[in-house]
């Protein structure tokens, strides 16, 4: 019994880390998904910016700016911000911006939560683009771009770049 234990151990140290290699590859693709999700949503806008001023004029209640300051900022991040999460350069403090910028365009959307913000949030069916986007950036703010990054190829060719600053007195 002992020996089929230390048996089952082994082979899920193994197998975990052969999975454990997958992470790189996982991030790049949730990079990737969201990164496209917003740069085409910020295209649409820039193809139509009428359209766009008519919904965040109208539909849109984004809190504290205006609707027209709203309408051409959320088309810029949109289309600036992908760029930077694909390509995993500045990776977490992007995703982080990302990530606030998602959970302003799903609050600010009423028609998104039919049944109630507190209900919808934890409803499987309501608005789950942006719980899925939100969480792939979570997993990228948490655990950074991953291997297959701008970020890490920064990391290895300039070390020092990627350490903390230690504050002297």
Known sequence: MKGLML???SFYARL????????????LLFRIWVALAFWRAGVVKLEDP??????FNVMYQVPL????????????VELIVPWFIAFGLL?????????IYNIVAFTSFPDLWPHGFWTDLFN?????DHKVWGLMLLAIIAWGP?????????????PKASRPVEVTS
């Open 7 to 9: 048996g089952a151990g």
């Open 16 to 27: 975990t880390r052969g999975l454990a290699g997958l992470e790189p590859v996982v991030l």
């Open 50 to 55: 009428f359209g766009t001023q008519f919904l």
């Open 65 to 76: 700016l205006s609707p027209d300051v709203a309408a051409v900022l959320g088309t810029w």
């Open 91 to 99: 990776g977490r403090p992007f995703a982080l911006l990302l990530f």
């Open 124 to 128: 499987i069916t309501s608005f789950v």
């Open 146 to 158: 991953g291997a297959l990054s701008l970020d890490r190829l920064v990391q290895r060719f300039w």
